[in-house]
Each structure stands twice: as C-alpha cells, then as structure tokens.
C-alpha cells in the first residue's frame, strides 16, 4: 500500500522561505501528477502546485512568480520550495500523487504538515 512522507514546513516569517518535500514508497504505480494542496482555518483545500509526469506544472494564481515545484522519478519524490512567504501562505499543506493504475487513476493523500507564516 503507497504512503507519503511529508517532511519539512514549521514557522517562517513573511518573506522567509520554506522547503516541504513529499516521498512516496510501498508499491508505487506509475505516478501522474505528484504536487501540493493546502488548507487554511475556515477554508475549502486548495490546489498550490502540481507536477505531470511530463514536467508541465500548474500553479495556484497567488503563489506564481513566488513558488516553485520539483518531481525525482526515480526517488518518487516531489519538493514544494515556497519564497517571499506570506501570511496568507498559511495553512496545512497536503502531498497528494495521482497513480496511473491497472484500474484506473487513483489519489493518494499525505497527512499534512503545518506551515505558519507570522512575523
């Protein structure tokens, strides 16, 4: 059965930096997408970043020009590098990937780890 293991996230001051990344192991299919959601107090869950298999990247509206995203195939990794963090930037952040499976796609899910941005 697939797990993630979230690491990094914790406190950072606006316009500090943080790095969250995300492994998947224990019988990995081929992995689609791989990327981040998080979700504020109060607030739906959001799509932050994605990577497709191919390279090609979405990013949410307010965090482009200030997030970027990295998948390693061979490591089924995917790393989250968020600058000029904001207050809003607040929340938990979930890993998720997408597996290309003998059934269909399928989603899994992180557990979530915490990223606060105050001063």
């Known amino acids: 059965q697939v797990q993630l293991l979230e690491s990094g996230g914790g406190l950072a001051q606006p316009g500090g930096s943080l790095r969250l990344s995300c492994v998947a192991s224990g019988g990995v299919y081929s992995i689609y997408t791989m990327g981040w959601y998080r979700q504020a107090p109060g607030k739906a869950r959001e799509l932050v970043a994605r990577?497709?298999?191919?390279?090609?990247?979405d990013f949410a509206d307010s965090v482009k020009g200030r997030f970027t995203i990295f998948r390693d195939n061979a490591r089924n990794t995917v790393t989250l590098r968020m600058n000029n963090l904001k207050p809003e930037d607040t929340g938990t952040y979930y890993c998720?990937?997408?597996?290309?499976?003998?059934?269909?796609?399928?989603?899994?899910w992180g557990q979530g780890t915490q990223v606060t941005v105050s001063a």
């Open positions: 990577v497709y298999i191919g390279g090609g990247k």
């Open positions: 998720i990937i997408q597996e290309d499976r003998p059934g269909g796609m399928g989603d899994v």
